[in-house]
C-alpha cells in the first residue's frame, strides 16, 4: 500500500507558506504502514493540477490531495480532477444546505460563489467537513478497462480543517487497506562528528534493502540517524526499531545525545536538574540541581538562550555575559588587559579567563564561555574564520572550600575548534561544542573528538 501527497497552491510554490500539511499526513500514513511514493506541489493552474494528478494515479494506491477547493476563482483542484476523470461537476444538494446553514449561523447571506464548494466530480463522495465550507472529496480514479487502480481523496489546505477530515475519514479507509501494518519510526541525534564518519561507525546498519532501515540526515548542524521499520503489524514493527536503535546505540555511543524531540539543550538541562554536588559542603552524595552560567563573545547570547529555551531554566541557569569587545571582557568579566593583548580575544588563554570569572561572579557550579571568529570577515592566517575556542570551570576536584569560597577556585577545560559553514552555522555549532562539553563533563567522560 502506497500513496503520494500533492500539495496546491502558488503560496507553496512561491515560498510563501511552508507545507506543513505533506509533513504530518505523512507521519500520519507511515503509522499504518502506509508508504510514501512522493511529495508533489504545484501552483493554482488547472493544467498543471490535471498533469500532476494524471502522473500520480498510475504511481501509487492513493493519492491524498491538499488545497485548491476553496470558493475563489484560484481554486481549480475540482475542475481538474474531473476533467482527468473525464466526467463533469455535480451539485450537492445538501452541502448547499450545510453552507447556508452555516452563513446563516453568521448572519450572513452566502454569497453565490460558495456554490463551487458543493460540486463534486460524478462518481465520487463528499467527505463532510465539520470546521469549515469546503467540503473534501473521495473518488475511485478508474483506469481505462474501468478498473479502480487508485483512490483519491481531496482535502481542504487549511491545516485544522484538513487534519480533522483526515483521521476521521480518509486514515480508517487506508489503515483498513494496509492490514494493520506500520511503520515505526526512530530519530537518534549525534553531534560532533561529520555525516560520512557516522555512516562509516554505523557499517552495515545502513545498507540499502535492510528493514528497519537505518539513515542519516544532517541539519542544523547535527547529524541524525533515522530508523524506520515497517512490518506486518504495530507491535513487530516496534520491536524491530527497538533492537535497531539498540544496535545503533552500540555503534555509537555516548556520541548520540538523544533522540526523537530532544534537545541538546534540553539533554543537558535533564543531567543538571540530576545533577550531584561535588563540593566538599554538601553530604556526600546529596543530589541537588547544579548551576550553570555563560560568557559568549561570537555567539552573541546564543548559547544562553538555547539553555533558556528549556521552560524551567531558571533552576539551574544562573546568569549570562554577552562580552562581545575586548573592553567588555576586562571591565564586565575581569578578564586580565594584558592576557587580551598578548593571546588574542579568541585563545585559551582568554576563554579560560571568561570562565573562571563568570563562575566566580555568578556563584554557579559550571561555567561556559565562548570566543571565537564566526565570520565572514575578521580571520587570518593562524586564526582562520570558524576558529572557536572554549572554556567549561568548575569546581577544583577535592577542594574544601566552602560557601562562596569554593567559587572563587575553579578548575577548567579549554579547547580550540575549527568550526565550518557560514556565520550562522559557526554560531550554532561553537553553542553546540560548549554544550557538548559540559555533557561529558556531567557524564564524567572525555570529550571524544
Same mark, same amino acid.
Given at each position: ?179 494493520? /501494518? ?16 557516522? /555512516? ?46 539498540? /544496535? ?202
Amino acid at each position: 500500500m502506497n500513496a503520494i501527497i500533492l500539495s496546491i497552491g502558488d503560496e507553496l510554490v512561491l515560498g510563501q507558506t511552508v507545507d506543513t500539511n505533506s509533513a504530518w499526513i505523512s507521519q500520519q500514513l507511515a503509522s499504518v504502514g502506509c508508504d510514501i511514493v512522493a511529495h508533489m506541489t504545484v501552483g493554482d493552474d488547472q493544467h498543471a493540477v490535471e498533469q500532476a494528478i494524471e502522473e500520480s494515479v498510475g504511481r501509487c494506491d492513493t493519492l491524498i490531495i491538499s488545497g485548491g477547493i476553496g470558493p475563489t476563482e484560484d481554486d481549480l483542484t475540482r475542475q481538474a480532477l474531473a476533467a482527468v476523470m473525464k466526467t463533469p461537476l455535480e451539485l450537492h444538494p445538501a452541502w448547499i444546505d450545510h453552507m447556508r446553514t452555516i452563513f446563516t449561523k453568521l448572519g450572513r447571506e452566502m454569497p453565490e460563489s460558495n456554490k463551487i464548494q458543493a460540486m463534486i466530480p460524478r462518481g465520487a463522495t463528499i467527505i463532510w467537513n465539520h470546521a469549515g465550507t469546503a467540503a473534501g472529496i473521495d473518488a475511485p480514479f478508474q483506469s481505462g478497462d474501468q478498473k479502480t487502480t487508485c483512490r483519491v481523496f481531496v482535502m481542504p489546505g487549511v491545516p485544522r480543517e484538513m487534519k480533522a477530515m483526515f483521521a476521521r475519514d480518509v486514515l480508517p479507509h487506508i489503515s483498513q487497506l494496509t492490514g494493520g /501494518a506500520a511503520i515505526v519510526s526512530r530519530t537518534l541525534h549525534t553531534f560532533g562528528l561529520g555525516e560520512s564518519t557516522v /555512516a562509516e561507525r554505523l557499517g552495515e546498519l545502513m545498507k540499502r534493502g535492510r528493514n528497519p532501515s537505518v539513515g542519516t540526515t544532517v541539519a542544523g548542524g547535527l547529524v541524525s540517524l533515522r530508523v524506520n521499520a515497517r512490518f506486518a503489524s504495530s507491535e513487530e514493527a516496534t520491536r524491530q526499531a527497538g533492537i535497531s536503535r539498540e /544496535a545503533c546505540q552500540v555503534a555509537m555511543g555516548d556520541l548520540i545525545f538523544g533522540e526523537d524531540a530532544d534537545t541538546l539543550a534540553l539533554v543537558v538541562s535533564r543531567l543538571l536538574k540530576a545533577g550531584k554536588s561535588a563540593d566538599a559542603s554538601s553530604a556526600a552524595g546529596e543530589a541537588r540541581v547544579l548551576t550553570v552560567a555563560t560568557a559568549e563573545s561570537c555567539t552573541g547570547g546564543l548559547l544562553a538562550k538555547l539553555l533558556t529555551d528549556i521552560p524551567g531554566s531558571s533552576a539551574y541557569f544562573t546568569q549570562g555575559w554577552v562580552t562581545y569587545t575586548n573592553k567588555s571582557k576586562y571591565e564586565r568579566l575581569g578578564v586580565n588587559e594584558e592576557v587580551i593583548n598578548v593571546y588574542g580575544a579568541v585563545s585559551e588563554p582568554v576563554v579560560d579567563a571568561m570562565a573562571k570569572n563568570a563562575r566566580r561572579l555568578a556563584r554557579s557550579d559550571f561555567a561556559l564561555s565562548i570566543s571565537g571568529v564566526a565570520g565572514p570577515d575578521g580571520g587570518s592566517a593562524t586564526k582562520p574564520v570558524g576558529t572557536v575556542c572554549i572554556g567549561l570551570a568548575y569546581a577544583t576536584p577535592g577542594s574544601a572550600a566552602r560557601g562562596d569560597a569554593r567559587f572563587a577556585e575553579s578548575t577548567t577545560a579549554v579547547k580550540t575548534f575549527q568550526l565550518h559553514g557560514d556565520r550562522e552555522m559557526v554560531r550554532l555549532r561553537a553553542s553546540f561544542m560548549a554544550l557538548t562539553m559540559l555533557r561529558y563533563h556531567l557524564l564524567n567522560k572525555s570529550l571524544p573528538f
